[in-house]
């Protein structure tokens, strides 16, 4: 049941008025868009779900109209469309410039300003038990449903936001380190002053940080660490096959193969995801013979930044750029490969530490980002490097090679039952404390 007008009074006609109603806010709730925008929607067909069991209990899904679109293309394709309302909330016609995807973020405060004010007027006429808001994990920015704390159950997340300013200052560093250091410290410092502010105005946060987790439940308020990585079952079906055809091949060929060891690096081509030190690390002696094969592009409009780096440092003949690549022929590179290393700054919970853990390749991140609560989380084989200037390159490179040996654990714990289970106890806990009222 889509609405297409932005009043929810004049969706009262649409609704069963003895019904519950658990609100969802997403500003970014798009199928189509992989990342950030994906989130909301993972989330919303978790939480519909988690609806349908309860039974007398209806959702509706504030978001932009971009994103309503897309969804209700979507609930339609799989013929679930009547078990949620969408309601695109509108930009002022004035603020049309705003929908630059170089202003995401001022479009989402305006978004969730007038968003507010239609939760409000949403729960003085219905049963509203809970309010989620998923969207931008990766940033701390205002909710719309602190309008309704007090008057239900509020829920936000998962966020991250934190980040490990230090990685900046391992070497080699970038020509800009000095203020993309200051900005990382900065940023860091916003996040935590705006979690706690935010934090205070819900009942409970889902963090992708534990250090945010902390941050949260000194201001009284209820920190879940819930890393929110998914891989859909057609994923982890490539996922089974090909390590079926690995362990078929390696037993075709026993134990007299004697190849280079292959470092692995997985991601957009931006200075944050610290790659050079991946490139800086072939110059060790451990590493005199090994590889490092990197997958990803850079953004829109910009060069590859590393391919001068991996000259400079005369290691370009063992570097291979492959660009973007499709998910199968990553994971595929993720099989043949000894160890990934992810070295980036700062990220939510990144989606290619989530694979690699499936596949069970070895990972190197920094301490206390977003990809070690996701590596920590699986429980999987991997090392975690301080950030901090006093990081050399032979210790880096010594630990890719200690972890390289590790052996390949991987876990099945990805699938779409942890938002299930996690939606479902997170409504039943807001029903139960509704009929305590």
């Not at 209700?72 to 929908?99: C, H, M, N, Y």
């Not at 995401?104 to 989620?132: D, G, I, P």
């Amino acid at each position: 049941m889509s609405a297409s007008i932005n009043d929810p009074r004049t969706l009262q006609g649409s609704f069963n008025m003895d019904k519950s109603v658990v609100v969802v806010t997403a500003f970014a709730c798009d199928p189509n868009i992989p990342s950030e925008p994906t989130i909301g929607w993972e989330f919303l067909r978790s939480i519909m779900l988690a609806a349908a069991n309860e039974g007398d209990v209806e959702v509706v899904a504030f978001m932009n109209e971009r994103s309503k679109a897309a969804t209700d293309e979507r609930l339609t394709q799989l013929r679930v469309e009547k078990q949620v309302s969408t309601v695109g909330v509108k930009l002022p016609a004035i603020l049309w410039f705003l929908q630059n995807p170089y202003l995401t973020r001022l479009e989402y405060l305006v978004w969730s300003q007038q968003t507010r004010r239609k939760l409000q007027k949403l729960h003085s006429s219905r049963q509203v038990v809970l309010a989620r808001h998923v969207t931008f994990s990766s940033e701390i920015l205002p909710t719309p449903i602190s309008a309704l704390h007090g008057k239900c159950r509020t829920v936000w997340g998962p966020v991250g936001g934190l980040g490990q300013a230090g990685a900046v200052l391992v070497e080699p560093r970038h020509p800009r380190w000095r203020s993309q250091f200051a900005f990382q410290r900065l940023r860091d410092v916003l996040s935590r002053i705006q979690s706690r502010n935010i934090s205070r105005h819900v009942d409970v946060v889902l963090t992708t940080s534990r250090e945010l987790a902390d941050v949260v439940t000194d201001v009284g308020t209820h920190a879940i660490v819930f890393p929110n990585n998914t891989i859909d079952e057609e994923l982890m079906s490539t996922i089974n096959a090909l390590r079926v055809d690995r362990e078929k091949e390696q037993s075709s060929l026993g134990n007299t193969q004697i190849r280079s060891m292959t470092i692995l690096c997985v991601g957009q081509l931006i200075y944050r995801k610290r790659f050079e030190i991946a490139i800086n690390a072939l110059r060790d002696p451990v590493l005199a013979t090994a590889k490092l094969v990197i997958i990803g592009k850079p953004s829109p409009g910009q060069e590859n930044y590393l391919a001068p780096i991996a000259a400079h440092l005369g290691v370009s003949e063992r570097v291979q750029f492959l660009g973007q690549l499709s998910r199968a022929e990553v994971l595929s590179h993720m099989f043949s490969a000894d160890v990934l290393f992810h070295p980036a700054s700062r990220e939510g919970s990144p989606g290619v530490i989530g694979e690699a853990t499936a596949v069970g390749i070895p990972v190197v991140c920094f301490a206390g980002t977003g990809a070690s609560v996701v590596l920590d989380a699986a429980g999987t084989s991997g090392a975690k490097l301080p950030a901090s200037s006093h990081l050399t390159n032979a210790q880096v490179a010594r630990v890719i090679v200690r972890t390289a040996e590790m052996p390949r654990i991987h876990t099945s714990m990805w699938g779409r039952d942890r938002y299930n289970q996690l939606e479902g106890s997170l409504l039943r806990q807001a029903l139960e404390e509704h009929a305590d009222v």
